[in-house]
């Protein structure tokens, strides 16, 4: 047991620690075809620069970063391993952690899951922008929903609002697709 005397308790208690703020590690710009469009990705300082390989035939970005990610570089509605046209490697164990694959490596890595049951088994997919993904997913759910039951929890006022927002969003997207040419069928088609 400590004695403590009075002028212990006298004391004025420590100063708080004082917390450096925070500092997002420094990055730098690289201009890349990401998603088919000429445009410029932002990268740690450390990372390798991003490369263009082609795998069975169809071009792709990689970036190296959490292992490799990879991006579609042809336009939406062409042929990918993801559906998103992008395809994240975290997952895999580096190399001694020096994260130095090769081209044939990653293409290797690339093909090895576009084969595995776990992965595409051996089907490629057409890779749609987000706002298409979300459009055929809400057009699933409303094609499956009662209008008249779905939300009524709420009343028939917010009932009404959420199919109307529901409504001007799907509007919204078809006309953004019509605008930079894909097809909502084609989009609606190749749904899984």
């Known amino acids: 047991m400590q004695q403590?005397?009075?002028l212990d308790l006298?004391?004025?208690?420590?100063?708080?620690?004082v917390r450096k703020p925070y500092a997002p590690?420094?990055?730098?710009?690289?201009?890349?075809?990401?998603?088919?469009?000429?445009t410029v990705m932002e990268i740690g300082l450390d990372e390798?620069?991003?490369i263009e390989i082609e795998v069975r035939g169809i071009p792709t970005l990689i970036r190296f970063s959490s292992v490799f990610q990879t991006y579609?570089?042809?336009?939406?509605?062409s042929a990918y391993w993801s559906e998103t046209g992008f395809h994240s490697f975290a997952g895999l164990h580096q190399i001694a952690g020096t994260n130095e694959y090769s081209p044939d490596?990653?293409?290797?890595?690339?093909?090895?899951?576009i084969d595995?049951?776990?992965g595409c088994d051996g089907k490629l997919t057409k890779w749609w922008p987000f706002y298409?993904?979300?459009?055929?997913?809400s057009k699933d759910f409303a094609d499956r929903s009662e209008r008249s039951s779905t939300w009524d929890q709420w009343g028939s006022e917010k009932q009404a609002e959420h199919w109307a927002s529901h409504d001007a969003k799907q509007s919204a997207a078809l006309e953004r697709m019509v605008a930079e040419g894909i097809d909502p069928e084609e989009v609606w088609r190749t749904r899984r």
């Open 72 to 77: 579609a570089v042809e336009p939406p509605g």
């Open 48 to 50: 390798r620069d991003p």
């Open 132 to 137: 298409c993904l979300q459009w055929r997913q």
């Open 116 to 118: 595995s049951k776990h």
């Open 10 to 17: 006298m004391m004025p208690p420590p100063p708080p620690p």
């Open 105 to 113: 490596e990653i293409r290797q890595i690339i093909e090895a899951m």
């Open 4 to 6: 403590l005397s009075m």
């Open 25 to 38: 590690p420094p990055r730098r710009d690289f201009m890349t075809r990401a998603y088919g469009v000429d």
